[in-house]
């Protein structure tokens, strides 16, 4: 890592991190965790397209057509709305990039703008996937995550942290997630590749249930500080 640490002992750090893997594996649960540890902001270009979609803005518009169908946006939208978001303050002390790239086009972009200092790959059996994507809500106005067995908000549909309506995705019906893990397996997954030959690879073990998310956040830790 080519600088400082920053951990909860206060010593100043600058991390620039991609998290990889498959739909469902739990990217945005350990990003709001590692957030919080580091101090650095979660970047999910997912979250980011919701907000645009909820917005009816010109990009939400347009991204609604393929995330519906499970399909990547295209990535020009897609580099050109992580561009601007890296320039703001927040990323100074480093960031998370939870969802991007996705394809090697957008892995060669991102390369040509910041310098990435380490890349979690997070992996779980196709099982638990489709269990995790198929029983997963969240909240419409804060983007907390629930699911339906083992994380339930205490008022059905009513978000715990802030009140907000907990719905399920439309891209976690059964139809969508298929396209989705196919998706992965065809664009994303050469990624792991791609970043293991420049050195930057971590692999960590997501199989773990919710009661021992701490274990997996320890091993991201580990890897992080090592
Ligand atoms: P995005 O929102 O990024 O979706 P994703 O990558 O498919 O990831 P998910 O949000 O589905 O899963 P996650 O790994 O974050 O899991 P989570 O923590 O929620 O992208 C959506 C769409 O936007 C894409 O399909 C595409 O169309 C578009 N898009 C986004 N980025 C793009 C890009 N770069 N280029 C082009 N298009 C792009 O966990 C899942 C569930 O499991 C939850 O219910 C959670 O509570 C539970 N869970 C998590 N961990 C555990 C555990 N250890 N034990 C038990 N349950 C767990």
Redesign the pocket.
């Known amino acids: 890592m080519n600088q400082q640490k920053n951990t909860k002992q206060g010593i100043l750090v600058k991390m620039n991190i991609v998290l990889l893997?498959?739909?469902?594996?739990?990217?945005?649960?350990?990003a709001k965790r590692i957030s919080g540890i580091y101090g650095i902001p979660q970047i999910?270009?997912?979250?980011m397209?919701?907000e645009a979609i909820k917005n009816k803005t010109e990009i939400g518009l347009k991204?609604k057509e393929?995330?519906d169908k499970?399909?990547?946006?295209p990535?020009d939208v897609?580099i050109g709305i992580v561009e601007e978001r890296l320039k703001k303050d927040d990323c100074k002390n480093g960031f998370m990039l939870?969802?991007?790239?996705?394809?090697i086009a957008?892995a060669e972009a991102l390369d040509k703008i910041v310098v990435i200092d380490k890349v979690l790959d997070?992996t779980a059996s196709e099982k638990i996937i489709i269990d995790?994507?198929s029983?997963?809500?969240?909240c419409k106005s804060c983007g907390a995550?629930?699911?339906i067995r083992?994380?339930i908000p205490k008022v059905k549909g009513v978000c715990d942290k802030c009140g907000g309506e907990v719905y399920q995705r439309n891209?976690?019906k059964p139809e969508a997630v298929k396209k989705?893990l196919d998706?992965y397996t065809k664009q994303t997954a050469p990624l792991i590749g791609y970043y293991k030959e420049k050195k930057l690879l971590a692999d960590i073990g997501?199989d773990?249930?919710?009661e021992?998310?701490d274990e997996?956040i320890a091993d991201v830790r580990k890897a992080l500080e090592e």
């Open positions: 893997g498959s739909p469902g594996v739990g990217k945005g649960t350990y999910s270009t997912g979250d397209f919701r991204a393929y995330i499970g399909e990547l946006v990535d897609t939870d969802g991007f790239p996705r394809t957008q997070f995790r994507l029983g997963r809500r969240i995550i629930y699911h083992n994380i891209d976690d989705r998706v997501a773990k249930p919710i021992q998310v997996i």
